[in-house]
């Protein structure tokens, strides 16, 4: 029995030294990640102990930690997408110890969705832009490269629309964030402002950013202290792809063709004035009153409705010495596109009669031309500069064909009103960035920019006709406008610069609190100018064919007298002008109140100053005015970890809507159907704004959020009709004050992953509800104007706004060896009811119906070098379709369809 005993005390401390041993021959591994171009941590790298079962990813800061190695010498292996794998040989494991390593990654030049290019290739990755939206202090919302490839996003409006709580102005270039359109949203190009490239607008249109050049798109729904205080829906924030890899070229073509446009191959028309690539040179001519000097011909010309887009892409690194690293990169893209569309164009009063009842049918042709050239020096791991070049032309062309009953013209249901035209777009971005970690505690970064827009629309031609049964067509007049040329130009230079530093408060590397303060300013000059040239019929019984009308508008039968030609403002042109200076200051403090509580209090000062002067057919000798403003905007942002995964967010803040240029310029613009002029007594608004969240991330690759925000506006600004004898349209301060409230919901999530995680279904929604009122009041516009407003309703909806917006999406992709994937998605997107125009004169608001789009998108890498493209767009082919709800009944007045859209890509990897 005691032999028992000791055999069994013996077997127990046996077992025990063995566990001993066992436990004091381990360490532990820890390290972090970065980018060894760009010195960014890289967030989901894959951390392996080669020959074992040790695995670690690294964390959103780039660390890991492996716990547990057997002591000893080992072999680690390191890999994440779109970098080169690399492996950490002879790592020397010691018993109870802690191996401190630093690992670098270099990019390769591709994306497992796409061939992307990398400063931050993890900022473009959807697991690394969830990572920074889970630890921000902040608010943060932003869509990625990887994203916008997957659902098949070719350019930034397209892009944010399918954010949650946003949408897009489908026939003109405005977005919508949470209800509110383009004088209530900014633009900004890796944080720095762009100027607006249209003259009725104050943004610029996001279509001209090709998501070739997108690393990722950050749209700001909660102001805070860094942000110009011009803020009401939100700001978009376009940063641009760069490089830090040993090298790549790429080239890639494709051609996405139209169903509405093939139907009509043989018959598409448009009327002459640029070129295919989208340039222009054409000018006014000499002499324009005195002969037909007019060089542009007015005659249709054939197209073949075939479109072909090119791009190139590249990049090349140096190392410089032993910490710093040359980036450079530059791609250049060519595209174009074709549209048809046919349908309805009516326009009646309240009682349902008609003003005009015609057909519509319209052919487009759009172009796009990019070049983006970044070259970025990392001096070392604490400092780095960058300049980034960006150039951007692109054209419009369209010809409108309206054929039917039109007031006081042709009233028997002959007419014919064809409206052609052209327009071109140059932008010229030069940007200076740089970022420096001065000492553990103190960071500053800095940037200058100096930007410049060229909008010309060189000769818009508009004609009007009528049918004389049995013999053909003849000119058209009531109006001296109803037959003319226009031409308008704008030239806008914007420079902006941002300066700002950061100091860490308590420990460095886990600080209590951060300090920030800086200086940011803007300033902007603006000249605008145009001109129409009118044509005054004598003879209006020659029956003229409308394909060649060169042959009745030409110097000989302008000596005959046929017509004569009057300019608007005689050979002068109308013009307006502009410059705002915008010198602004802030400061905010980030607090962690307690482990789980972070507070970032700020203010901004604004010192604003805005002078407009104009010379009009109605104020001949000239005249101007200043607006001058101080504004402080207080805003808070609280942020609770209710655990690892969770996160409760407050934002409040004060901002304010700045009146733009023309709208406070008595100028006279008229774009064929209304005549809109500025308002000299228009103010800026002032918005309160509160919002609500709470996030759910479940997986690095997962997230649900819920938020419900709210705006109070006052005195909010508005379009609106202000004669009624005409169709003359001004801004006002509509009314004391609008509101906006409304939810959002949020959902990413891997439905099911299988062999090996090769294999993956996901899924994407997210929801908007909104309500916005805004009140209409008459007297206070007639107080504050010279104009007398006759609304239809005391209050309304904000124009652009719909309740109900969904953007949902389903994906597979397939890894099946180690450089070839497919990725299948397919989206839908739905906007319900909202307001185009509201109504006056007791006529009803005008609606556009809401409708939804489907969208199959499938993207492949065959192997290393070769990737192919397939896209099927707007697939269901809904019926756009405008109504005017009058009290007697709703009139229907717009109405055409898109028709599908089939695209084929194909990209080659040179090296």
Request: glycine share 10%; with cysteine; net charge neutral.
């Amino acid at each position: 029995m005691q032999n028992r005993k000791t055999r069994i005390v013996l077997l127990i401390g046996v077992f025990l030294s063995i566990f001993t041993n066992a436990q004091a021959q381990r360490g532990s591994i820890r390290g972090i990640i970065k980018d060894s171009g760009t010195a960014e941590n890289i967030v989901g790298a894959s951390i392996g102990v080669v020959g074992t079962t040790y695995g670690a990813v690294s964390d959103d800061a780039g660390n890991f930690v492996l716990t547990g190695v057997p002591a000893g010498t080992c072999e680690l292996q390191v890999s994440y997408v779109g970098y080169t794998t690399v492996r950490v040989e002879n790592v020397v494991v010691r018993d109870g110890l802690e191996v401190v390593l630093e690992i670098k990654l270099e990019s390769v030049g591709e994306l497992m969705d796409e061939v992307v290019v990398t400063t931050s290739r993890r900022r473009g990755n959807d697991i690394a832009l969830l990572a920074e939206q889970k630890k921000s202090s902040l608010v943060i919302q932003r869509v990625g490269a990887q994203e916008l490839s997957r659902k098949g996003v070719s350019d930034a409006a397209t892009a944010v629309a399918k954010m949650s709580g946003i949408s897009k102005e489908d026939a003109g270039s405005q977005v919508y964030i949470r209800g509110l359109g383009d004088r209530y949203i900014s633009t900004s190009f890796n944080g720095l402002p762009l100027p607006s490239n249209d003259p009725r607008l104050k943004n610029i249109a996001l279509e001209l950013f090709s998501t070739d050049i997108v690393e990722f798109i950050a749209v700001d729904k909660i102001y805070n202290s860094k942000m110009f205080g011009d803020f009401g829906g939100g700001g978009v924030d376009i940063h641009s792809k760069d490089y830090s890899g040993n090298g790549m070229l790429e080239v890639s073509v494709s051609s996405t063709l139209n169903t509405n446009a093939l139907s009509n191959r043989d018959d598409f028309r448009l009327l002459p004035g640029g070129s295919r690539w989208g340039f222009s040179e054409y000018s006014i001519p000499p002499n324009p009153l005195g002969g037909f000097n007019f060089t542009n011909s007015m005659n249709p010309e054939s197209r073949s409705p075939y479109p072909v887009s090119v791009r190139l892409l590249g990049g090349k690194s140096f190392n410089i010495g032993t910490e710093g690293r040359l980036n450079f990169f530059a791609t250049a893209s060519f595209g174009n596109s074709y549209e048809y569309r046919a349908g309805i164009n009516h326009d009646v009063n309240a009682q349902g009669a008609r003003k005009r009842w015609s057909d519509q049918e319209r052919f487009g042709y759009t172009t796009n031309s990019t070049g983006l050239f970044n070259v970025g020096y990392l001096i070392n791991p604490q400092h780095k500069i960058s300049y980034n070049l960006l150039f951007v032309n692109s054209s419009d062309q369209w010809n409108d064909n309206y054929s039917g009953y039109f007031r006081d013209i042709t009233e028997d249901g002959t007419g014919l009103r064809r409206l052609g035209s052209y327009a071109q777009n140059k932008l010229f971005v030069n940007q200076l960035l740089g970022s420096h970690q001065l000492t553990d505690r103190i960071d500053v970064d800095w940037g200058l920019s100096a930007n410049r827009v060229e909008y010309t629309m060189p000769d818009r031609i508009q004609n009007m006709l009528r049918l004389l049964d049995g013999q053909g067509y003849v000119i058209a007049q009531n109006a001296r406008s109803d037959n003319n040329r226009f031409n308008q130009r704008l030239h806008e230079n914007e420079y902006a610069v941002n300066l700002n530093g950061s100091y860490k408060i308590g420990d460095s590397e886990t600080p209590k609190g951060i300090i920030r303060a800086g200086y940011q300013g803007r300033f902007k000059k603006r000249n605008f100018e145009a001109l129409q040239f009118n044509f005054h019929h004598t003879e209006r019984s020659l029956i003229v064919d409308p394909d060649n009308l060169d042959a009745y508008y030409n110097q000989e039968n302008y000596d005959r007298g046929f017509f004569s030609i009057e300019g608007f403002f005689g050979e002068r042109p109308q013009t307006y002008s502009g410059d705002q200076k915008i010198h602004a200051g802030y400061v905010s403090l980030e607090y962690n109140l307690t482990d789980r509580l972070t507070s970032v209090l700020g203010v901004r000062y604004e010192n604003i100053r805005q002078y407009v002067d104009w010379v009009t057919l109605f104020v001949p000798e000239g005249d101007n005015n200043t607006l001058a403003e101080n504004q402080f905007l207080p805003n808070l942002n609280l942020r609770y970890a209710l655990n690892e995964k969770q996160n409760l967010r407050l934002g409040a803040s004060k901002t304010y809507t700045l009146p733009q240029f023309k709208e406070r310029a008595p100028f006279y613009f008229d774009d064929g159907t209304a005549l809109e002029y500025g308002n000299p007594y228009l103010y800026p608004s002032t918005n309160y704004n509160v919002d609500i969240k709470w996030e759910l991330f479940p997986s690095s690759s997962e997230l649900v959020s819920l938020a419900a925000f709210g705006k109070y506006i006052q005195d909010p600004i508005n379009l609106y009709s202000v004669s009624a004898t005409s169709n003359d349209i001004s801004y006002v301060n509509i009314g004391d004050a609008g509101t906006v409230i409304g939810a959002e919901l949020e959902l990413k999530k891997d439905i099911i992953r299988w062999n090996s995680d090769r294999d993956l279904f996901s899924v994407g929604l997210n929801v908007a509800y909104m309500n916005t009122n805004q009140d209409i009041d008459a007297n206070k516009v007639q107080e504050e104007t010279d104009f007398t407003v006759r609304p239809t309703h005391n209050n309304a909806s904000f124009t652009g706004a719909s309740d109900l917006l969904v953007n949902a999406d389903l994906t597979y992709s397939k890894r099946w060896r180690k450089s070839g994937n497919l990725t299948a998605t397919v989206t839908y997107s739905y906007f319900s009811d909202k307001v185009y125009a509201l109504g006056v004169e007791q006529k009803g608001n005008l609606v556009d119906r809401g409708l939804g789009t489907l969208d199959f998108i499938v993207r492949s890498k065959i192997n290393q070098r070769i990737g192919i493209d397939l896209l099927i767009k707007n697939i269901l082919d809904p019926e756009y379709r405008r109504i005017q709800e009058n009290a007697s009944g709703h009139v229907p007045v717009l109405t055409y369809k898109k028709g599908q859209y089939f695209s084929l890509g194909l990209s080659y990897q040179l090296f």
